[in-house]
């Protein structure tokens, strides 16, 4: 029997951080329950208040697509985290898959191997590192070479994540963002629950993040690293699509034409020419 209620919780927890004034709603006196009320929100979706608690318990968990819409109406969802409840409510898009899923393309790796400037990675939905070019494995040779090849453990559970990561907790908080957002239908698929019940059971800060459900996939961003090797460089990453293989995200870094950060590269570059760049398969 499936015990777990990933609707139910995500409902619970944007209720819970929606104010009765960013809904439109008029109070006064003391309120016990932070954000709305299970009532205020059946009201505010056009659903009976029994309904709704029963899609908060799991007891109800496939709405209707004009339900799911009211809910996210009433409770100020974005497009990506209205999308995300739709996946929720609804069946997964394909049988998931054990395992590492489909390889990435032997074309694919021979145009990352010639970005000799350009550090990329392959992402799968679990945001494990499936592949990465010559200076995409010596940009994050520090997870890599410990045999880590999930970037949301390393971030959780690996004391040089914090180091690596000056911005540490900005990019948890947007790690966990990019998990929900790019695994909404894969909360039955083994590898991912394990991942999750590993960190909820060893990082307290995880816990706390996760029960958020902030929800934001990976498109554009600046991020800071502090390198064991070159020191502290600021990239802007881009996430593209790989639409010849299944649910796989081409992740590029790029830093500002001579800027001290491109410099930074150029010379993790030279120091990791004799390293070859081989693919990074998970291990988990």
């Known amino acids: 029997m499936d015990t777990r209620n990933p609707l139910g919780e995500f409902l619970r927890a944007r209720r819970e951080m929606t104010s009765p004034a960013l809904a439109g709603l008029l109070w006064s006196g003391h309120r016990r329950t932070p ?3 299970r009532e205020e929100v059946a009201q505010l979706s056009g659903v ?3 309904y709704y608690r029963r899609l908060e318990q799991g007891r109800e968990r496939h709405p209707s697509a004009q339900v799911v819409n009211a809910l996210a109406r009433a409770l100020g969802l974005n497009p990506e985290e209205a999308a995300h409840l739709h996946r929720l409510a609804g069946a ?3 049988p998931v898959r054990r395992g590492g ?3 990435v393309g032997a074309s694919l ?3 990352m191997d010639g970005w000799l400037d350009t550090p990329a990675l392959i992402l799968d939905r679990r945001l494990d590192v499936l592949a990465g070019n010559r200076l995409g494995n010596a940009l994050f040779a520090g997870m890599l070479q410990q045999g880590e090849t999930n970037l949301v453990r390393f971030i959780f559970l690996n004391p040089g994540a914090r180091d690596f990561y000056p911005d540490w907790e900005r990019v948890a908080r947007s790690g966990l963002a990019a998990l929900r957002a790019d695994s909404g239908d894969l909360m039955n698929d083994p590898r991912l629950t394990g991942l999750i019940d590993e960190l909820s059971l060893k990082s307290p800060e995880f816990r706390t993040l ?3 459900h902030d929800v934001r996939g990976k498109a554009h961003e600046t991020k800071r690293f502090n390198h064991p090797q070159v020191g502290e460089l600021t990239l802007t990453y ?5 639409d010849n293989a299944s649910h796989q995200q081409l992740v590029v870094y790029q830093a500002e ?3 001290a950060s491109r410099q930074a590269l150029a010379l993790l570059g030279a120091v990791e020419a004799d390293l070859p760049a081989l693919p990074a398969t998970p291990t988990r």
């Open 35 to 37: 954000g709305l009320r």
């Open 48 to 50: 009976s208040a029994d």
């Open 92 to 94: 997964p898009r394909e």
């Open 101 to 103: 899923g489909v390889p």
């Open 109 to 111: 790796l021979r145009l």
């Open 210 to 212: 996760w029960a958020r």
């Open 238 to 242: 881009d996430s593209f699509t790989v």
């Open 257 to 259: 034409p001579g800027s």
